[in-house]
């Protein structure tokens, strides 16, 4: 079986701690080689244990997705029943400790995601540092709402995990720029960067483009942020797909240059305190329509595009954060 997703209650509703037996000889989950389970806490109603006896007899999976529910005592059955795991996904999770990464990294050194967004999560540094110190292969680490963690971990991710493509820190603003800086340029593979909580500078856009040639995916929000390295950065980065750009005093510039740099854009996501015309998706879809002609950012009509002013960007960011 080449995979499994548990996120319909219809389904969760018949895995009780008496039927479970009855669906794992329906479903051959010895063989299954990945596992989504989004809707983990439907669980409780019917006895984690349940949920635990599943995991058990999962023996060949290589990704596993659970949220909500997992705590120390699960990832113990995961690590034991669980031998080959590539990719680990543990959402929302609040129950996860910094002892429960010191078990991971130990069982899979090989790992090569780990996600732990979502709600709050207790992870702290001492958690990331026993995890980068064996798992040298990540390519994927997303920290959303990691709220204890700080530059410490991610000089630990930028010292131990050259090959990184994907960094995940949204609602992280402990962060400070200049180790963002650092980590970009240990970590020169990254196609998906999320910092929209970091309030980064003309630095690190610069950096950006200078150290990350494969960019994909960029998620950056700033109150001091300009338009030139922004510019730089999108006729540099020519693979973007995803681009979400929150900043006071972005210009007009800035949405022509994505426009004629960016021919593989999925998804744009623009907000400054600027007026921008609504003329200029127009130029973003090359559209006849708009007045506008040329091969543009032709595959926008498969994502979405926004296009805002936002009245106080003070709003975005807390109040005691050092500029």
């Known amino acids: 079986m080449d995979g499994q997703s548990l996120h319909d209650p219809a389904t969760v509703r018949i895995i009780s701690a008496e039927n479970v037996r009855k669906i794992l000889k329906a479903w051959d989950f010895d063989e299954m080689n990945s596992l989504n389970i989004q809707t983990a806490a439907l669980f409780t109603s019917y006895g984690i244990a349940s949920l635990k006896l599943l995991i058990s007899a999962c023996h060949s999976l290589r990704v596993l997705a659970i949220s909500d529910i997992v705590d120390d005592e699960l990832v113990k059955i995961i690590t034991i029943s669980c031998p080959s795991l590539r990719c680990i996904r543990l959402s929302s ?8 990464l010191e078990l991971l990294a130990k069982t899979y050194p090989h790992l090569l995601s780990l996600d732990l967004g979502g709600d709050s999560c207790p992870i702290s540094d001492a958690g990331i540092k026993s995890l980068t110190k064996s798992c040298t292969e990540l390519q994927a680490i997303d920290l959303d ?11 630990y991710i930028a010292n131990s995990c050259p090959n990184l493509k994907k960094l995940g820190l949204i609602c992280c603003n402990t962060i400070t720029e200049n180790v963002i800086v650092g980590l970009l340029r240990c970590c020169t593979q990254i196609e998906t960067l999320l910092i929209p909580e970091c309030n980064v500078s003309d630095k690190t856009m610069s950096v950006i483009t200078e150290s990350c040639p494969q960019l994909r995916a960029l998620d950056v929000c700033s109150k001091i942020l300009t338009d030139e390295p922004v510019i730089a950065l999108i006729e540099s980065c020519r693979k973007v797909e995803d681009l979400v750009l929150h900043y006071r005093n972005m210009t007009t510039s800035v949405i022509n240059t994505i426009a004629q740099n960016c021919p593989v ?10 007026e921008l015309s609504v003329d200029l998706i127009g130029t973003l879809y090359g559209s006849r329509s708009f007045g506008f002609t040329g091969k ?19 709003e975005m960011f807390p109040r005691n954060m050092d500029l």
């Open 265 to 274: 854009l999925h998804l744009l996501d623009v907000e400054c305190d600027q």
């Open 296 to 314: 543009r950012c032709t595959k926008f009509r498969y994502r979405q595009v926004s296009i805002r002013t936002c009245s106080s960007f003070d």
């Open 93 to 100: 999770c609040d129950g996860v400790t910094d002892d429960s």
């Open 145 to 155: 709402n990691c709220e204890y963690i700080t530059d410490k971990s991610m000089e």
